[in-house]
T-cell receptor, first 113, second 111 residues
């Protein structure tokens, strides 16, 4: 009954290839976020969305782009994958914004070789 | 610069012991949240504190928000092996922006 799903759960890709990760929600929440989690750095914000076609950059947005054409889907694209983008990527959703907490997906483990 | 500093980074204790995890900053937050994350899963929200000095209790877990809204603590009483996991604090600096996370405290409780 997960209200948020990420796909794929695992992916191995080659340096220089484009990669798209998908976050899908069934909660009709307005806000969606992409974070990456790395040892020694914790969770860092890549991009977020506050509505359909409304997005903004986060702390580590270089090399990433996002799109949100429907409320339920938030796509994260690595335009040309690099080894430094090997990470675990988490999507999160929120209905009333930051002060009210996030619901996270189970993550996508991406390895760039 | 890490806006939210968590300590300790690692904690290994025996079942039944008490522990406190700290989350400190020089910045003021409109709210602070605590999450727990298990391996291979996303973080799960435990609590949100929004008022300076606020104390919330969730069974054996007690959360406190500092009077100046710059820091928070998580106290676990009589820890159990099921409490094992990564504990993350996260702060919201103003409405409409995204959460900032600390690096986390890895807790291991052995029986």
């Amino acid at each position: 009954d997960a209200g948020i799903t990420q796909s794929p759960r695992h992916k191995v890709t080659e340096t220089g290839t484009p990669v798209t990760l998908r976050c899908h929600q069934t909660e009709n929440h307005r806000y969606m976020y992409w974070y990456r989690q790395d040892p020694g750095h914790g969770l860092r914000l890549i991009h977020y969305s506050y509505g359909v076609k409304d997005t903004d950059k986060g702390e580590v947005s270089d090399g990433y782009s996002v799109s949100r054409s429907k409320t339920e889907d938030f796509l994260l694209t690595l335009e040309s994958a690099t080894s430094s983008q090997t990470s675990v990527y988490f999507c999160a959703i929120s209905d009333r914004g930051t002060n009210y907490g996030y619901t996270f997906g189970s993550g996508t483990r991406l390895t760039v070789v | 610069t890490q806006l939210l500093e968590q300590s300790p980074q690692f904690l290994s204790i025996q079942e039944g012991e008490n522990l406190t995890v700290y989350c400190n900053s020089s910045s003021v937050f409109s709210s602070l949240q605590w999450y727990r994350q298990e391996p291979g899963e996303g973080p799960v929200l435990l609590v949100t504190v929004v008022t300076g000095g606020e104390v919330k209790k969730l069974k054996r877990l007690t959360f406190q928000f500092g009077d100046a809204r710059k820091d928070s603590s998580l106290h676990i009483t009589a820890a159990q092996p099921g409490d094992t996991g990564l504990y993350l604090c996260a702060g919201a600096r103003q409405a409409g922006t995204a959460l900032i996370f600390g690096k986390g405290t890895t807790l291991s409780v052995s029986s």
